[in-house]
């Protein structure tokens, strides 16, 4: 069995963002049930119902911890506790490793990622802060099936394969970056996580084209949980909130020929999700007609709170 919590199903500065105030905002926080508040990209996975690894740790992190009972500390006596004992990140992005500095309590917690993403916290030394007496860093090498387990060498019952997509280094990065802003291999990664029992799904919130390996290696998945960032490339310059397509900032749009609805719409995928989605993307919108152009498509849209069992 495999137990998925969305944690969070916005992209970075959740939804609606602190100072947006476009009618869609004002929408959010007038409570409209159509339109619901959502907070940074992460899901939770269990395959036990005790010990949960959280992929990307976003910087709503206590915040998701406090919404979801299965991330609360149980009633065992204990002064500290988490049933938080992974975190496997697909990226460096802020809106991925920040939450990390909230899990800076000398708590045991096993941390995983490519090299190259290890390799950017390792520069940072903020993230010192995680005590390295309790938190070990692992990595996740591209192609190769890893076992997860707690800071003590138990086995949770969950592996995962990690396999790089086309996407960008983190836009904190880009100015050391040079020239190379599609990053390199490992700068942004997919992963396929399996339980011992045969379950398994693809999580990848963030991806900027389906490349004929992606397509291959998706065919006939039972579920894949896919970046739905933007609805359309110039989506927010045409809200007039920015300058940067879609694919400049490393994300394939929804819609549209080249779109991620068109590229995986023959791969025979059972269970198609969207997650990650901007500010601007009309998906965040019930009602909205590209939500319901996404449905007919045989898409469905992430919530905080939605919950899988595979």
């Known amino acids: 069995m495999l137990r998925l919590v969305v944690l969070g199903a916005a992209a970075g500065g959740g939804f609606p963002q602190w100072n947006s105030n476009d009618p869609v905002a004002r929408r959010a926080r007038s409570g409209d049930p159509k339109t619901p508040f959502l907070t940074q990209s992460s899901i939770a996975v269990s395959a036990d119902d005790r010990r949960w690894t959280v992929f990307n740790a976003s910087p709503d992190i206590r915040q998701q911890i406090n919404e979801r009972r299965q991330l609360q500390p149980k009633a065992d006596g204990a002064l500290r506790s988490s049933p938080i004992v992974a975190v496997v990140l697909t990226n460096a992005d802020v809106d991925h490793v920040a939450g990390l500095l909230s899990l800076r309590e000398s708590q045991p917690l096993m941390v995983y990622g490519h090299e190259r993403v290890l390799h950017v916290l390792a520069q940072n030394s903020i993230f010192n802060v995680l005590n390295p007496q309790y938190v070990e860093r692992k990595e996740l090498s591209l192609g190769e099936r890893l076992e997860l387990t707690d800071s003590s060498g138990d086995l949770l019952?969950?592996?995962?394969?990690?396999?790089?997509?086309?996407?960008?280094?983190?836009?904190?990065?880009?100015?050391?970056?040079?020239?190379?802003?599609?990053?390199?291999?490992?700068?942004?990664?997919?992963?396929?996580?399996?339980?011992?029992?045969?379950?398994?799904?693809?999580?990848?919130?963030?991806?900027?084209?389906?490349?004929?390996?992606?397509?291959?290696?998706?065919?006939?998945?039972?579920?894949?949980?896919?970046?739905?960032?933007?609805?359309?490339?110039?989506?927010?310059?045409?809200?007039?909130?920015?300058?940067?397509?879609?694919?400049?900032?490393?994300?394939?749009?929804?819609?549209?020929?080249?779109?991620?609805?068109?590229?995986?719409?023959?791969?025979?995928?059972?269970?198609?999700?969207?997650?990650?989605?901007?500010?601007?993307?009309?998906?965040?919108?019930?009602?909205?007609?590209?939500?319901?152009?996404?449905?007919?498509?045989?898409?469905?849209?992430?919530?905080?709170?939605?919950?899988?069992?595979?």
């Open 157 to 310: 019952g969950i592996s995962v394969r990690g396999f790089a997509v086309p996407g960008k280094v983190a836009l904190w990065l880009e100015e050391t970056a040079g020239s190379s802003l599609g990053g390199s291999a490992g700068d942004t990664i997919g992963v396929e996580v399996r339980a011992d029992t045969g379950e398994s799904f693809f999580y990848i919130p963030g991806c900027a084209s389906v490349t004929p390996d992606l397509a291959q290696r998706l065919r006939g998945a039972g579920l894949v949980l896919f970046d739905g960032t933007l609805w359309r490339d110039d989506e927010m310059i045409a809200a007039g909130v920015g300058q940067k397509t879609g694919r400049r900032m490393g994300h394939l749009s929804c819609s549209g020929p080249d779109g991620s609805i068109a590229a995986l719409a023959r791969l025979g995928i059972e269970r198609k999700i969207f997650i990650h989605m901007n500010n601007t993307n009309p998906l965040l919108i019930a009602d909205s007609a590209e939500r319901i152009e996404a449905r007919h498509a045989g898409w469905e849209t992430a919530f905080d709170g939605m919950e899988i069992v595979l």
